[in-house]
Nanobody, 125 residues
C-alpha cells in the first residue's frame, strides 16, 4: 500500500490562492512521475499538472499561467500552487503517482495507479 497524504484544500473566493501539498514515500517521489488531478461532481477525473522524475512538467490548458506544480526534494513533498482561482476550479483534488520508473510525463489519468484521499477545493464567485 502506497500512502499519498494530501493537505491544503479549502474554500476561497474567486481570484484567491491556495496551495496543495502531497507527501509521498521516498521511493515513489524519487523515481516516478507524480501529479495533481481533479474531479468535479458529474464529471470525469482530469489531469491538472504532472511532473516526471526528470523534471518535465505538463499542465492542462485550463490552468496554464495560474497553477504551478513543484517539488521539495528535502521533504519528499509535491505542491500545487493555485492562483487566480475561478469557480470552475472547484473540485476534489487528488495527488497521484505512476508506478513505472522514469516514465515520461503524461496527464492521462489511467497512467497513475497510486492515489491520495483527495482534498476539496471550493471557489466562490
Amino acid at each position: 500500500q502506497v500512502y499519498l497524504v494530501e493537505s491544503g484544500g479549502g474554500s476561497v473566493q474567486a481570484g484567491g490562492s491556495l496551495r496543495l501539498s502531497c507527501a509521498a514515500p521516498d521511493y515513489i517521489y524519487s523515481s516516478y512521475q507524480m501529479g495533481w488531478f481533479r474531479q468535479a461532481p458529474g464529471t470525469e477525473r482530469e489531469g491538472v499538472a504532472v511532473i516526471d522524475s526528470a523534471g518535465t512538467i505538463l499542465y492542462a490548458d485550463s490552468v496554464k499561467g495560474r497553477f504551478t506544480i513543484s517539488r521539495d526534494n528535502a521533504k519528499n513533498t509535491l505542491y500545487l500552487q493555485m492562483n487566480n482561482l475561478k469557480a470552475e476550479d472547484s473540485a476534489v483534488y487528488y495527488c497521484a503517482a505512476d508506478d513505472r520508473i522514469y516514465a515520461a510525463a503524461t496527464l492521462a489519468v489511467d497512467a497513475f495507479v497510486y492515489w491520495g484521499q483527495g482534498t476539496q477545493v471550493t471557489v466562490s464567485s
